[in-house]
């Protein structure tokens, strides 16, 4: 079985910073795409950004230049560093991670964790 756990939500101020974790654990062979994702109250999910194997990213518009994505291989770990917040980006930060197990590679959803910025 494999889970993914993001950490480091919480609130801050406009302008201010947070670093979201996404650890997988589990019976995992090997991580392909790892991706943040996130859905405001009354919107649909959305993609913030991504990062392959090879490490080459991918940001929605309005988070370029504020937000970086990043990966730990031996720690199975994605993260998402973002500056300069702005209270647009209040909502629920998902990770996704396409895994290599037992089950052959499956897209994996992490349970969330709630970003609130105040202005």
Not at 2 to 10: A, H, I, R, T
Not at 18 to 23: D, G, K
Request: with cysteine; hydrophobic share 30%.
């Amino acid at each position: 079985q494999v889970q993914l756990v993001e950490s480091g939500g919480g609130l801050v101020q406009a302008g201010g910073s947070l670093r979201l974790s996404c650890a997988a654990s589990g019976s995992i062979f090997s991580i392909n795409d790892m991706g943040w994702y996130r859905q405001a109250p009354g919107k649909q999910r959305e993609l913030v950004a991504t990062i392959t194997s090879r490490e080459s990213t991918n940001y929605e518009d309005s988070v370029k230049g504020r937000f970086t994505i990043s990966r730990d291989n031996p720690k199975n770990t994605v993260y998402l560093q973002m500056n300069s917040l702005k209270p647009e980006d209040t909502a629920v930060y998902y990770c996704r991670a396409k895994i290599l197990g037992g089950l052959g590679y499956v897209w994996y959803w992490g349970q969330g964790t709630q970003v609130t910025v105040s202005s």
